[in-house]
């Protein structure tokens, strides 16, 4: 079992930048690679960026290269997103998830954190 619990979101103006943290309660954390998700209002989920078990190797939303930054620090059991040029279109919910490797799935959750980012 991985408890993930996610911090740092809030109210932003466009233009403005947050940074995500999401701290894992497990031994094995360097055994997970980590994604962000996001799910705006209406809308379904939606994949943001994803992070390797080792870091180095990262993945991201086409519409969000360049903007966001998915990082890890496996000391703290830490993963971040930072988001820069925030726009109102990036209000959403922001969740945490774990997939243990070599799985394909997610299988652990945090409970959300909420972006809302003001024009």
């Known amino acids: 079992q991985v408890q993930l619990v996610e911090s740092g979101g809030g109210l932003a103006q466009a233009g403005g930048s947050l940074r995500l943290s999401c701290a894992a309660a497990?031994?094995?954390?360097?055994?997970?690679?980590m994604g962000w998700f996001r799910q705006a209002p209406g809308k379904e989920r939606e994949f943001v960026a994803a992070?390797?078990?080792?870091?180095?190797?990262?993945t991201y939303a086409d519409s969000l290269k360049g903007r966001f930054t998915i990082s890890r620090d496996n000391a703290k059991n830490t993963v971040y997103l930072q988001m820069n040029s925030l726009a109102p279109e990036d209000t959403a919910v922001y969740y945490c998830?774990?997939?243990?490797?070599?799985?394909?799935?997610?299988?652990?959750w945090g409970q959300g954190t909420q972006v809302t980012v003001s024009s």
């Open positions: 497990t031994r094995t954390f360097s055994s997970y690679a």
């Open positions: 998830a774990a997939r243990l490797v070599p799985t394909d799935e997610y299988d652990y």
């Open positions: 992070i390797s078990w080792s870091g180095p190797s990262t």
